[in-house]
């Protein structure tokens, strides 16, 4: 198992990447258990009240969560790829360039 997290603007989103052998959580939605490698994150998006609030750059900003939208992959690589596109594009999603996300990739015991 893997977390990767992403840094920008004072504040941290960390999803995981689940490897073959381990069991990725199972709810509905969830990608065929046969995926050799599952990545599970959270998604969110700007709102311009209620969410949660949330202090980026600098700025006081609210958002919303969406469900975690799992996704299975064939290969370690794709998985990785995908992990960070996601993490960056949920940091644009909030007006963070995706230049300024810093992605780090944390092996972590199941």
Do not use: N
């Amino acid at each position: 198992m893997y977390l990767v997290r992403g840094r920008a603007g004072g504040t941290t989103l960390t999803g995981t990447l689940y490897e073959r052998g381990e069991t990725p959580p199972s709810f509905k939605g969830a990608p065929d258990e046969d995926a050799p490698y599952v990545w599970v994150c959270d998604e969110f998006y700007e709102v311009d009240s209620g969410g949660t609030a949330q202090t980026v750059a600098g700025r006081e900003i609210h958002v919303a969560f969406e469900s975690p939208m799992p996704r299975g992959f064939e290969t370690r690589e794709q998985a990785v790829d995908a992990a960070e596109e996601h993490v960056r594009t949920q940091f644009a999603r909030i007006g963070v360039p995706p230049g300024d996300v810093e992605v780090e990739l944390v092996k972590q015991d199941p």
